[in-house]
Structures are given as structure tokens and as C-alpha cells.
């Protein structure tokens, strides 16, 4: 017996007789010729960890790659369209044949602040010619309300009038005086107005009306 | 081919992977079984071995000689061990502390299990043990490792590992009475 396997043999038969009585051998199987094979197959491993990856991917190549893919996407359903419209002119190449003059693009581009300062091509910009749309429709709109507040009254007075009984009526109209009196003040109103009216018209257009309407002012206006 | 000519071959290029294979063969053994006692089942045995071996190829050029090489070996295979345990820890939410059943189960699932000898019931019986007693037991017990180079694997005084072997062997002669 070896010295450390007398030690220990020892050592345990002193601490427990019960355990130094046990059998030593582990009762755990392993696979047919595991041990024969082991070393080779962990080489194997420290080969494959050591070797570096065999590819190598351009540079933002993912990054890139959902936006490629889509665009291929998009290019197929066109030609896919295309062909089930006219499978014939799915076949034709789809370059356009004319011909640009050499340096056309870069040129232009060169010459493009140059247009701007001259004033050719003045450039206005969309965001302006949207703002003016959008403030030439902000006045349609608020006219539009401006004058739907206006009609309201004598639309909601009108509405009104038609679901009143005679009766009712009439007795609204006492309320707010007589009939004459309400007809002066709406003569009176129009009297006002038509005032306004007439400063707007010339001498000989006066006298024509007043002459249609069977009055006459001695063609004076009034202030 | 001695420890020392093994590794003075590693040192060569041209000669390299053959001495490896020839550490690997001649200690494979002992390191297995050093982790199959810790792990039970083979497979996560062979995995926790072929880690320790990758790490040994990768830590050989630095290997100081101030320990025996075996005792180097066995000191990657206990912590490649401990790291599998505490990974299985956390992916069985603590099942793997050695009071818990699931290392009991995993012996009772062993191919030719029975309870009725005496070997499957020291297995039974030593993996009721805490992870640092169960490995001083083991070292103890199966490889009869000295003291000395048991502190140098397991990084702890003599002493303590005197202590915790007393107490294993201990614990285990109880649950044998008792079972």
C-alpha cells in the first residue's frame, strides 16, 4: 500500500469503522471506449476554438441589409405587376436609352448656387408656398363662418317662425309693439340703408332710381 | 514521459499538441471522475472536462511549475466544476445545494441504480453533503490526496480541510445508519 493510501486508510478507520468498511469503486457507468477517444475529440475543440472565422462581411453589412432587402422587395413587386399586365414588356430591360451630357450632373450641381444668388430659379421654398395656401384657406373658412353666424339669427328666427301657432305669432308681435310700428322701424332701417346706398351712386344714377321708385329728392343727397 | 519532458514538448511548437494529448491521456481519468463525483450525470461531466482541458491548453505556457501539474489540472477542474454548479444553481433556482433532492435524484436516475448496495447509498450519501465538503471528501476519500496538495487545489488551509473531512465522514456515517 502506498504511504498516502495507508494514511488515509488509517484515518478513516479511525473517524468511522462504518464508512472505512464501504467499497471504494463508483458505481457510475460511462460510454464503451469514452476514455480512448476523449483526447482527440478536446483537440479537436482547441483547434476549432482557435481557428478565426473563415468569412469575412463587408463593413455595415447588417446594418445595411433590411433596407436592401426591402428594396429588392419593392423592385420585385413592380416586375411582378408588370408582367402580370404585359409579360411582354416585362421582358424589355427597363434602362432608359437617352444620353446625358458627360458631367451634366456635376455641373449642375456647381451652378446651383449661382443660380440662387442671380435670382433665376429663384428658389421658393414649399414650406412658403404651403404656409400661403394654408392662410388662404384660413380666410375662405373663417368668411364662410363669419357669414353663417350672420345668417343664423334669421335662419334660426325663420325655422322658429314656421313650428309658430297664429296665435303665437301675433301675440309676439304685441309684445314687441304694433305692426305699424314695427314696419316704421324696418322702413326706418332700410331708410338708413339705403343711405349708405346712395352715397355710392352718382347724380344721374340717383335721379334714375328716384325716378323707377316714384320719389324725388330734388337730387340732393343726403348726408 | 514525465510531467517535466511533457512540458517541455508543449513548449515546442512542432511538438505541442502531442504532448497535450499525452497530459490529457495520462491524467483524463482522475479528472473525470474528480468531476463526475460533483456533476453525476456524464454528459455535463464530459462538458465540465473538456472546459477544463481547453483551459489548460490556453494556461500551459504560463503554468509556473511551483505545483505538481496534476495538482494544476485538478485546480482548473474544481473551479470549471463550481462555475457549472453555480450556472445550474441559477437555472434551477438553488436545486443544486447539496441539502436539496435534486442531486439525490440525479444519482437515483443513474443507469443501474440501487439503493440496496452499498456503493449507490454512499453516492446518495455524499451528495447530502455542502459543495466544499463534498469535494474535500472526495479528494480525500477516492484520490487520497495529501493535505498539502489538497490546500493547493482548493486554496484552503490544511486545517480547516482536516475539519471539514472530519465532519463529512461523519455526516456520512449517519446517514448510513440511518438509511
Known sequence: MEPNQNISSNEIQALSSTVAGLPHDMPYQIPHDYFNTLAQRTMLQVRLQATPPAYEIPQAYFEQLPNNVLQQLRKAAVKEELASISPYLAQLPNTTPLQVPTNYFEQLQAKAPELNRAGQGKLITMQRIRTLYMAAAAAVVASLVTIGLQLQPMYGHQQTANTLSDNEIVQFLDAQGSVANIAASAVDEYSSSDDNFFELLTDEELEQYLTVNGTSTGGSKKS | ?179
Open chain 2, 1 to 179: 514521459m514525465t510531467d517535466k519532458e511533457l512540458l517541455q514538448a508543449f513548449a515546442q511548437p512542432h511538438s505541442r499538441e502531442k504532448a497535450f494529448t499525452a497530459i490529457m491521456q495520462k491524467y483524463q481519468e482522475k479528472m473525470y471522475w474528480h468531476i463526475r463525483r460533483m456533476v453525476v450525470n456524464h454528459d455535463d461531466a464530459n462538458d465540465v472536462l473538456q472546459n477544463a482541458f481547453i483551459k489548460a491548453w490556453r494556461g500551459l505556457d504560463n503554468f509556473r511549475e511551483d505545483s505538481q501539474l496534476y495538482t494544476w489540472l485538478y485546480r482548473i477542474a474544481t473551479n470549471e466544476t463550481l462555475t457549472f454548479l453555480e450556472r445550474e444553481k441559477k437555472h434551477t433556482h438553488g436545486q443544486f445545494d447539496g441539502d436539496d433532492e435534486s442531486l439525490t435524484n440525479r444519482v437515483k436516475a443513474q443507469e443501474g441504480f440501487d439503493v440496496q448496495r452499498l456503493e449507490w447509498k454512499l453516492q446518495l450519501a455524499i451528495q447530502q453533503l455542502p459543495e466544499k465538503q463534498r469535494l474535500v471528501f472526495n479528494l480525500r476519500y477516492y484520490d487520497e490526496m495529501p493535505y498539502e496538495e489538497m490546500s493547493r487545489v482548493l486554496e484552503t488551509s490544511e486545517g480547516a480541510l482536516k475539519a471539514s473531512y472530519h465532519h463529512a465522514v461523519k455526516k456520512i456515517e449517519s446517514f448510513m445508519l440511518q438509511h
